[in-house]
């Protein structure tokens, strides 16, 4: 079974399987406040406030990959899953930068600056102009998180972006108008095997489409930020709802395209008062919760029973499988 390595606040961390749970084996860049990681074919990639830091053999070691990276403050690294050494970090302010070689180099998207600065993007709690928190891809096609901008779409895998059609790119925290998705966007997922079923957690509602983003429809009114959607059936998933900001956090599931919605909570003493689901990622055969104060829950794909993980790790903010 392929090792855990996890970002955290306080470093790196990586973990080897323990039974049901998983046993911390190594960490380092325990000076570095850790925002996301990415790892594929011995290479992890870490990113930071500071800019993108790689390790080659397995988080014991690490340089600079930052090169070309002219916003430094990484928000969110991502990989194109059938596109080898095909790399993307989401920044704050928002900005998108691509390398092609596991983080040598880098090269900014000027257009998504440039809609940045066309829209005034803004966040509620910086000072900075938006940020780009989420991508998701399938194929040729790509998504990308805006918060607060809206959802922005790649028909090259990435190498160029532009405004969804039903994303008007002007940040604010109203309901939107009908056919078109909240602006306030933490992340986006992609169905496996349509590149036109989109999937976006909002401040202002969990959204769908059905045609590639030219228009959506809002499939639960909520706050929420994170959603995993099954890749055997879209039909199904798992949402982390919330009354607001870190308010009443839960976990809710749904088998029929989000008609219905049914509590996916056992073992876990929900709703969570003071927190909420920030990241769900499935490693394996589990899908892992990352919750906004940094706790990790783990449950079997396909059942709801929950369970902590890693006690003794705070502040996880990203996690990865990781094989040598």
Known sequence: MPDLVLATRRGFVRCSAAGDDWLPVATSLQDRSLTSLISREGVILAGSKQGVLRSDDGGAHWRDASAGLTTPHVRWLALHPAISDLEFAGTEPAGIFVSHNGGGSWRTCPEVAQLRDKHTWSLPYSPE????????????????????????????????????????GIPSFDAPSQGLVHPDVHSISVDASSADLV????????????????????????????VWIDPLDAEHMLLGPADGVDRDGRIEETRDGGRSWQPASDG????????????FSQVGDQLLAILSNGQLYASQIGTRMWRRLLTGIAGVTGVADFAS
């Open 268 to 279: 876990l003493l929900q709703p969570w008062r003071n927190t909420m689901v920030e990241r």
């Open 129 to 168: 102009a938006g940020c780009i928190r989420g991508f998701a891809f399938s194929g040729r096609w790509a998504y990308a998180a805006a918060e607060v901008g809206g959802v922005l779409v790649s028909e090259d895998a990435g190498e160029t972006w532009r405004l969804a059609a039903g994303s008007e």
């Open 199 to 226: 999937f976006a957690p909002t401040g202002g509602g969990f959204f769908l489409s059905r045609n590639g983003g030219r228009s959506w429809a809002m499939l639960y009114d909520c706050y929420c930020r994170a």
